[in-house]
């Protein structure tokens, strides 16, 4: 439940109020950022992610050492299928 | 020390291993409780037990959100997903987790249209996909979900959207560790705080527990070393005669928390006067609700739910194992009538309840 996702920003999603384009071990889903500060994050970042949401901040450091623990827990597969599952871009209004 | 060897730094575990070994008295026992549950995978997962003195016991606490739910609020969301004109949708984790009249899985395969999302926003897309349905997402978890929940509220407002709302079941987990230290069947010595919990609630709330009950806190990572770093730092203030919150997962977790994600929980939700926990019983001021302001997508509010108080399944004895009095084995249907395949109880169904946690690697390291 408390899987948290470490993944890297590509870009800002156009038109969608809060989401980013996030890389998640070659997976490209919109991840919401409203839960870090305005202007927290920018391209290239690294975040962690619980369900489909930025909960902080990280280092790329911190995004390694997560995924080696996702790893080691036996999780990082269950992790990547949780990411592929977000289908949240909204339709364009 | 057969597991330590697969993680990073398995010199540096050692060390640790070793300190933990100096350090504690040999006259004296301790009881550590772990809260969250992903605490207590890892340990199972990484034999964390069985590298630790005999006289440092590890008691399984309560942070696995799908265990601590009560049966009675399973069979109220169920209720919600027996209406044609809705689409009732949840977390993988709940899809197992039995109702009086089964699991929600298996409500699905008699025809009830439920579905497993990922995300909270993912049930906001069906209600905008699917206009003349109603989609109730089922939202469980304590602080590291609830302020997803909340934006995803927010975002419905936003929208203007008429055809969503939550049945809210999110917990917190401060008023649980207040009833452990207050319920007189449990002597606990100090705390392995939950990481990612922590992560948005900060570590003040905390510091009741240091200050009036006199039991260390030490917030704590997942990985083996980062849990073992923990239980050490709360053997050295027992030893000192110290209680005090510290922080050894510093790296994700901010003193005073994820500050945006409180504000939208406090504007999103107020307290329960109480909330029935899973072998806890009612604890007050210890759930979550929606703000009359957001009225329009409370589930609660928007369907009739029974809210018939259910009893645990018989012979199941998941709320001791719950408060820690009994060990999973000691379940009279511990591995019999209760297993992964077949869960009577919902300690058996999350990989972070003690139950499933026990079966799938302690039950394996004795056949091993």
Not at chain 2, 336 to 350: Q, Y
């Given at each position: 439940?408390?899987?948290?996702?470490?993944?890297?920003?590509?870009?800002?999603?156009?038109?969608?109020?809060?989401?980013?384009?996030?890389?998640?071990?070659?997976?490209?889903?919109?991840?919401?950022?409203?839960?870090l500060?305005?202007?927290?994050?920018?391209?290239?970042?690294?975040?962690?992610?619980?369900?489909?949401f930025?909960?902080?901040?990280?280092?790329?450091?911190?995004?390694?050492?997560?995924?080696?623990?996702?790893?080691?827990?036996?999780?990082?597969?269950?992790?990547?299928?949780?990411?592929?599952?977000?289908?949240?871009?909204?339709?364009?209004? | 020390?057969?597991?330590?060897?697969?993680?990073?730094?398995?010199?540096?575990?050692?060390?640790?291993?070793?300190?933990?070994?100096?350090?504690?008295?040999?006259?004296?026992?301790?009881?550590?409780m772990?809260?969250?549950?992903?605490?207590?995978?890892?340990?199972?997962?990484?034999?964390?037990?069985?590298?630790?003195?005999?006289?440092?016991?590890?008691?399984?606490?309560?942070?696995?959100?799908?265990?601590?739910?009560p049966t009675?609020?399973?069979?109220?969301?169920?209720?919600?997903?027996?209406?044609?004109?809705?689409?009732?949708?949840?977390?993988?984790?709940?899809m197992?987790?039995?109702?009086?009249?089964?699991?929600?899985?298996?409500?699905?395969?008699?025809?009830?249209?439920?579905?497993?999302?990922?995300?909270?926003?993912?049930?906001?897309?069906?209600?905008?996909?699917?206009?003349?349905?109603?989609?109730?997402?089922?939202?469980?978890?304590?602080?590291?979900t609830?302020?997803?929940?909340?934006?995803?509220?927010?975002?419905?407002?936003?929208?203007?959207?008429?055809?969503?709302?939550?049945?809210?079941?999110?917990?917190?987990?401060?008023?649980?560790?207040?009833?452990?230290?207050?319920?007189?069947?449990?002597?606990?010595?100090?705390?392995?705080?939950?990481?990612?919990?922590?992560?948005?609630?900060?570590?003040?709330?905390?510091?009741?527990?240091?200050?009036?009950?006199?039991?260390?806190?030490?917030?704590?990572?997942?990985?083996?070393?980062?849990?073992?770093?923990?239980?050490?730092?709360?053997?050295?203030?027992?030893?000192?005669?110290?209680?005090?919150?510290?922080?050894?997962?510093?790296?994700?977790?901010?003193?005073e928390?994820?500050?945006?994600?409180?504000?939208?929980?406090?504007?999103?939700?107020?307290?329960?006067?109480?909330?029935?926990w899973?072998?806890?019983?009612?604890?007050s001021?210890?759930?979550?609700?929606?703000?009359?302001?957001?009225?329009?997508?409370?589930a609660?509010?928007?369907?009739?739910?029974?809210?018939?108080?259910?009893?645990?399944?018989?012979?199941?004895?998941?709320?001791?194992?719950?408060?820690?009095?009994?060990?999973?084995?000691?379940?009279?249907?511990f591995?019999?009538?209760?297993?992964?395949?077949?869960?009577?109880?919902?300690?058996?169904?999350?990989s972070?309840?003690?139950?499933?946690?026990h079966?799938?690697?302690?039950?394996?390291?004795?056949?091993?």
């Open positions: 439940m408390c899987l948290a996702i470490p993944g890297q920003i590509v870009d800002m999603a156009t038109g969608q109020p809060l989401l980013a384009r996030v890389n998640v071990g070659s997976v490209l889903r919109n991840v919401n950022i409203g839960l500060d305005a202007g927290e994050v920018a391209p290239g970042d690294w975040i962690l992610i619980h369900v489909g930025a909960l902080s901040k990280i280092d790329e450091q911190q995004a390694h050492d997560q995924l080696h623990m996702l790893r080691a827990m036996g999780e990082d597969e269950l992790a990547i299928e949780e990411v592929r599952g977000y289908s949240f871009a909204e339709p364009s209004e | 020390m057969k597991y330590v060897d697969e993680f990073r730094d398995p010199e540096v575990i050692r060390g640790v291993v070793r300190e933990i070994a100096r350090t504690v008295d040999p006259q004296r026992r301790y009881r550590i772990e809260v969250c549950g992903g605490h207590t995978h890892s340990i199972y997962r990484h034999g964390l037990r069985d590298v630790l003195p005999e006289n440092v016991e590890l008691i399984h606490g309560p942070g696995c959100p799908v265990c601590v739910l009675g609020r399973v069979d109220d969301g169920l209720t919600i997903a027996g209406r044609d004109d809705t689409i009732l949708t949840c977390f993988g984790d709940m197992r987790v039995p109702g009086t009249k089964g699991t929600p899985l298996e409500l699905k395969a008699r025809g009830a249209d439920i579905r497993m999302v990922y995300s909270p926003l993912d049930a906001l897309r069906l209600a905008q996909e699917n206009p003349g349905k109603h989609v109730c997402f089922f939202s469980i978890g304590f602080e590291t609830a302020p997803s929940t909340a934006l995803t509220i927010l975002r419905a407002h936003a929208l203007g959207l008429r055809n969503f709302s939550v049945f809210c079941n999110h917990v917190t987990i401060v008023p649980a560790m207040r009833a452990i230290l207050d319920s007189p069947d449990m002597r606990i010595d100090g705390f392995v705080g939950p990481g990612h919990v922590s992560s948005i609630t900060g570590c003040r709330p905390y510091e009741f527990i240091a200050r009036d009950y006199l039991k260390p806190v030490v917030v704590s990572g997942f990985e083996p070393l980062d849990i073992l770093e923990g239980i050490l730092m709360i053997l050295r203030q027992l030893n000192a005669g110290e209680s005090k919150v510290e922080n050894q997962y510093k790296r994700i977790v901010p003193w928390g994820n500050v945006p994600a409180l504000k939208a929980m406090a504007q999103v939700f107020e307290l329960r006067p109480y909330f029935e899973r072998g806890l019983g009612f604890i001021q210890s759930a979550l609700s929606i703000r009359a302001a957001f009225a329009a997508y409370d609660e509010r928007v369907f009739d739910t029974p809210g018939v108080r259910v009893t645990d399944p018989r012979g199941a004895q998941c709320g001791e194992v719950l408060k820690g009095v009994l060990k999973p084995a000691q379940c009279k249907l591995g019999t009538e209760c297993n992964p395949e077949h869960p009577i109880g919902a300690l058996m169904v999350s972070e309840g003690a139950c499933a946690a079966y799938r690697y302690a039950m394996h390291a004795v056949e091993a």
